[in-house]
């Protein structure tokens, strides 16, 4: 008991003693507020304007963007977010697909219409998903998740009101030429996507998004102090999975025809996850900028690739996944934060001796 | 008031090992208990029970009155029992104030963020409310996660080693704050190894050893309690006490 403090009777606040030194407000590489709102707003004012006045080539080129980047900011609310990294993108996407050429070929209805069942039939599947295998934790998520993915294109294959392994057709009866047509798509998809923002801005300012950070971190100690860990991650992955049906169904009147293997593929739900490692995971406008870029650069390879030559010998068409691939373990080992995290302050733990 | 927490007969086993072993004990309402013991003796697996981090093999756990052995940890929140770690563990990726709001997520009402600055400010952080919590000095970090189990408004907090390893100031700090708290009727749970810090701080103390309650009372007593010397020792009080 010897080297025991006594109790100071000074008139100094026991604050200012234990916190000198320390008080200083902390300056890290900090943007200004306004940066990243800015950035959002230029990229969907950008694809906004882009819609109206670029010739049809591109046209449907940013329509892929603005569909991945409504899966993408929905993927991320758990997959970013909550640091639940999983292959499911597709499963959601792909339910809203069906739900709406199942609508649109049993009742008749129009794309407008099937957006809610589309948007529900995802939801639908999701709790199915989340209920499985949400006590599960990331590794072992991520796995079911490809396994489910499977499944899901197992039992449309089977499954003869959704057209077996024929798939299904889904037209949409209008009078508009094939601009407007795309137009209608795009600007869908627009506004899918403006929502989409608007939700992923919501949550990460949120004690929600507080929430599923602290799962992705620790999530025992977000257990222990009281955070229900198991309803916010299917939180997460409904709101994220309502918006991918959403946008599925834009996708089967916009493509007309969807089949099983390649509406339930992984290679959707690979790119997903690689739009948001590219943009940044866990930020709200990552997904913005991960979908520009990984579509793009996507769109450019199909195109550049197949007229390459080495000796004469032409490269196969598929390599264009393969530089996909490289990019992701490039961000993955150098870029972890993705191009919004080279902008934004470090934060978290960093390894020590 | 009756007491906040009842423990009758908790027992853990681990594999072969019995980590918890018969324990009973209760912390009264606004009560101020130190928990000694050496390594290994039971301390930490007990705190975990009682905020249902690790479910008892057996035995009964009330608080404020409601049996809760077997409930998840979410519901002892609810219940008015809150915990800080061993070592902190704040949320680095997300500020001191966002650290703040995530206990409280599931709560009613509005104006919590007004509250989380309060008690920033109740430590000394509310400069630091936008600051990542990874960018927190160790004693910050432990004074964080302090403040952040008292967002809830528990009836007990259960701390986990609140002076090891900080600079002697905020020790003081701390020590300052768990007092002014307990005034106002909170009761704490706080397992130390700095034993005159908890001597001086805490009028009861309960000494565990091999997962068993040896002594429960005023610091003095337990402190020469030959089966509390004979804990830390290993052999009967021989010579001198240890304290």
């Known amino acids: 008991m010897s080297a025991e403090i006594e109790p100071t009777a000074t008139e100094t606040p026991v604050e200012d003693i234990a916190l000198a030194g320390a008080r200083a407000t902390y300056r890290g590489k900090k943007l200004p507020p306004w940066v990243m709102p800015v950035i959002a707003v230029v990229i969907l004012g950008g694809l906004g304007v882009l819609g109206l006045v670029t010739e049809m080539g591109m046209l449907t080129t940013l329509t892929s963007v603005l569909y991945y980047m409504v899966i993408a900011q929905g993927w991320n609310l758990l997959g970013g977010y909550g640091g639940y990294l999983n292959f499911g993108a597709a499963i959601f996407a792909g339910s809203g697909a069906y739900a709406a050429a199942w609508f649109a070929n049993e009742l008749g209805w129009t794309m407008w219409q099937t957006f809610l069942p589309a948007a529900l039939a995802a939801v639908a599947v999701s709790l199915v998903l989340g209920y499985a295998t949400l006590r599960l934790r990331s590794h072992y998520f991520a796995i079911f998740t490809i396994v489910f993915t499977f499944l899901a294109m197992v039992v449309v294959k089977n499954t003869p009101a959704l057209g077996g392994s024929m798939g299904l057709y889904a037209f949409l009866d209008t009078q508009l030429d094939s601009r407007g047509l795309a137009l209608l798509f795009y600007y869908s998809l627009f506004g899918f996507a403006v929502l989409a923002t608007v939700i992923a801005y919501l949550v990460d300012h949120s004690n929600f998004g507080y929430a599923l950070r602290a799962i992705s971190e620790d999530e025992p100690a977000a257990q222990v102090l009281g955070v229900k860990t198991v309803s916010v991650k299917l939180w997460a992955l409904v709101i994220g999975a309502a918006l991918g049906g959403a946008a599925g169904s834009v996708y089967a009147f916009q493509t007309g025809y969807i089949e099983p293997a390649g509406t339930f593929s992984l290679d959707l739900a690979l790119d997903i996850v690689l739009v948001c490692v590219v943009g940044g995971l866990a930020t709200w406008v990552g997904p913005l900028i991960g979908a520009v870029i990984v579509v793009v650069l996507e769109q450019w390879l199909r195109v550049f690739v197949p007229r390459l030559e080495f000796f004469g010998v032409g490269v196969p068409a598929e390599t264009n996944r393969l530089v996909l691939g490289i990019l992701l373990i490039v961000f993955a080992l150098f870029i972890r934060r993705g191009i919004v995290g080279l902008f934004t302050e470090r934060r978290g733990r960093r390894i020590t001796v | ?243």
């Open chain 2, 1 to 243: 008031m009756g007491p906040v927490i009842e423990a009758e007969k908790l027992v853990k086993r681990f594999g072969g090992m019995t980590a918890v072993d018969e324990a009973s004990f209760s912390v009264e309402a606004g009560a101020l208990l130190g928990v000694i013991g050496p390594n290994g003796s039971g301390k930490t697996t007990t705190l975990n029970i009682l905020n249902g981090a690790i479910r008892p093999d057996s035995g009964v756990i009330r608080v404020n009155g409601k049996e809760m052995q077997g409930k998840p940890s979410t519901a002892f929140v609810e219940a008015g029992v809150s915990r800080t770690f061993q070592n902190p563990r704040v949320f680095t990726t997300i500020t001191a104030l966002e650290n703040m709001l995530v206990p409280v997520l599931h709560s009613k009402g509005s104006n919590w963020r007004e509250k989380a600055l309060d008690l920033l400010a109740f430590v000394g952080l509310e400069d630091h409310r936008d600051t990542p919590a990874s960018e927190l000095s160790g004693g910050q970090q432990k004074l964080l996660e302090f403040v952040r189990a008292l967002m809830t408004d528990p009836s007990v907090v259960l701390m986990d080693e609140p002076f090891a390893g900080v600079h002697p100031s905020v020790k003081e700090l701390m020590r300052q704050r768990i007092l002014e708290r307990n005034r106002e009727g909170t009761a704490f749970v706080i397992v130390s190894h700095e034993i005159p810090d908890l001597t001086r701080l805490c009028p009861q103390i309960l000494c565990m050893s091999s997962g068993r309650v040896v002594a429960y009372g005023p610091p003095a007593e337990v402190t020469s309690d030959p089966l509390v010397i004979e804990a830390y020792l290993g052999h009967g009080p021989s010579g001198k006490a240890a304290s």
